[in-house]
């Protein structure tokens, strides 16, 4: 496994350090589209965070990442910027697909609600014809039935979920191989310390090769390292100092 540690080295090292090695970069510099931008502009978010600034253009280039900064850093903007992006540039007009291109994966009902409402809101603001829905373990079949009908892009939901999907029929692992594009696990030290570890197989053990797969954290652990080699090639690994 071939990592690239960043900042990693900047451990000790004061704040001025960390701010002299982070050039002031814009969203624009980072490679952002514009309706993303004009987006980031109306929720008055002008400049981006320190993980934003290092996460967003790697992700941009494809690559699989894990990413670790703590609480409050804006980790969120940082996957969902890029995610949005590399849908609108998926030629989606030929033929739609008939499984979300990206899983976004919480640890708690409360997450995802979170998550979704940041990720609707980004899509009404830059006007694309893309729909995000979120799912809770808790719904009834018909209404995980109702949400997947309108064939969403995006799929917010706790792990639990995608096995309940399987096992009612309402997804079928074999449109998530052709589909799926990204999958992200957001705060993913805790997907396993909550009990996930068996939802998240029944993900992993289908998520095709092309797909880019994103590890958000603010803590290293083992559970991390864990849920890294079971889904991540090669990632590029980001890691901020507690200054970021
Ligand atoms: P994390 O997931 O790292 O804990 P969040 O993504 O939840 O952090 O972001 C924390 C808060 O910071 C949110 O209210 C979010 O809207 C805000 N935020 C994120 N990015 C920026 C930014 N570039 N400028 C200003 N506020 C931001
Ligand atoms: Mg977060």
Redesign the pocket.
């Known amino acids: 496994v071939e990592e690239v540690e960043k900042l990693e080295e900047q451990r000790d090292d004061g704040e001025d350090e960390v701010e002299q090695t982070e050039p002031d970069k814009s969203f624009e510099e980072l490679g952002l589209d514009s309706r993303l931008i004009r987006a980031?502009d109306k929720?008055?978010?002008?400049?981006?965070?320190p993980?934003?600034k290092i996460a967003i253009p790697i992700i941009l280039e494809g690559k699989d990442v894990v990413a670790r900064?703590?609480?409050?850093?804006?980790?969120?903007?940082?996957y969902l910027l890029p995610l949005l992006q590399k849908l609108f540039s998926a030629d989606s007009g030929s033929k739609k697909k008939l499984a979300p291109s990206a899983f976004i994966l919480v640890p708690s009902r409360e997450l995802c609600q979170?998550v979704f409402t940041?990720v609707a809101s980004l899509i009404e603001l830059c006007r694309v014809q893309l729909k995000a829905v979120q799912l809770t373990s808790s719904m009834p079949t018909s209404d995980m039935r109702n949400a997947l009908a309108g064939l969403p892009e995006i799929l917010v939901c706790t792990p639990a979920c995608i096995p309940k999907c399987f096992a009612a029929g309402v997804l079928e692992p074999s449109a998530i191989s052709d589909s799926l594009e990204i999958l992200v696990l957001?705060?993913a030290d805790l997907l396993l310390s909550y009990g996930y570890e068996d939802n998240l197989r029944s993900v992993t053990s289908i998520i095709p090769r092309k797909c880019q797969c994103l590890l958000?954290s603010?803590t290293t652990s083992s559970d991390v390292e864990k849920l890294k080699k079971l889904i991540l090639h090669n990632p590029t690994v980001l890691t901020l100092t507690e200054e970021n």
């Open positions: 980031l929720k008055g978010i002008e400049k981006p965070t993980v934003q900064a703590k609480t409050g850093s804006g980790k969120t903007l940082a979170q940041e957001d705060e958000m603010a």
